[in-house]
């Protein structure tokens, strides 16, 4: 079996540690032992600081820290919050252009995507990673808007930098859980497309839980998703391949559109990227699901 070309982060725990995780880096949770003997009234004071340092974001004007984290639950996630080393070219990119091209996902609005994509039909992407692809299909069909979700910060940094470079208006950055700006934050049958590439595959049968293609993530795509709209899957890890194949085909509201109800050939929009052909050298096989919404 080969390794996933997006290996997963360090296992997390339970979801108290997967809150923990969100924290920016250098302000680390402070411990119990830290406030001992301190009285009551200090010790909340020096709780309160810390927990707003959390929630602060690291750069002025940039994504949060946990946009959601004050007023959704905090249910098992599909992803695990990475705050790795931001270059400086990133950080430029997030301090200048989050205003304009980033959002907060903090399930407390509802967005116009016709408003904020001036009216170009919307595809969402969940999990971007460094944001060379997303940018490739930018570039190609400019008369698409790209609403790109992830919570890896030096990726946002990235891509923000990439469609600046290249010119492109038609993309946008959402920071957060792509679960509540589904739930929360977008009107029913608005979106024209869906991609989940490579998503962490959750490897271990403990944590089969976390994966994000599930029925009911179905469900919750198929009311968003305008009739006709193809939700595109891929991935380079066996067992998950098979597993989104049966929960898709299972489905109600989605039809393979695969003519022998299988995988699909990797289409030509969806951008061969650098980390996916070293994965093919090693002998990798990536599996591709398009299906539309019934």
């Known amino acids: 079996m080969s390794e996933p070309l997006n290996p997963s982060p360090a296992t997390p725990g339970d979801a108290a540690a997967e809150t923990d995780s969100t924290l920016p880096t250098g302000t680390p949770p402070t411990p119990p032992h830290a406030t001992a003997g301190i009285p009551d009234e200090l010790r909340a004071a020096a709780l309160d600081r810390a927990r707003r340092l959390r929630q602060e974001p690291r750069f002025p004007g940039g994504p949060a820290a946990d946009p959601a984290g004050s007023h959704h639950e905090r249910r098992i996630r599909s992803f695990q919050p990475r705050r790795s080393r931001v270059t400086p070219g990133q950080q430029d990119a997030l301090e200048r252009l989050w205003p304009k091209w980033g959002l907060d996902i903090d399930g407390l609005r509802v967005i116009d995507l016709p408003e904020l994509f001036d009216g170009l039909p919307v595809v969402l992407e969940i999990g971007f990673g460094m944001g060379e692809a997303t940018a490739q299909m930018g570039a190609d069909n400019p008369g698409t808007g790209i609403l790109a979700v992830d919570v890896h910060t030096p990726g946002q940094g990235n891509l923000l930098g990439l469609a600046d470079r290249n010119g492109l208006s038609n993309i946008r950055v959402a920071n957060g859980d792509a679960i509540i700006l589904l739930r929360e934050m977008l009107e029913p049958d608005t979106l024209d497309g869906l991609r989940v590439y490579f998503p962490d595959p959750w490897p271990k049968s403990r944590h089969h ?13 198929a009311q968003r998703l305008r009739p006709g709209a193809v939700l595109h899957c891929a991935t380079d890890w066996e067992p998950y391949a098979e597993q989104m194949l049966e929960v898709l085909t299972a489905h109600p509201r989605f039809e393979n559109t ?34 539309a919404r019934c």
């Open 209 to 221: 839980k976390r994966r994000l293609i599930q029925p009911e993530f179905l469900d919750l795509a």
């Open 258 to 291: 695969a003519a022998d109800g299988g995988y699909a050939p990797r289409p030509a929009f969806r951008p061969l990227t650098r980390f996916e052909g070293q994965g093919l050298d090693k002998g990798h096989v990536v599996h591709d699901l398009l299906f």
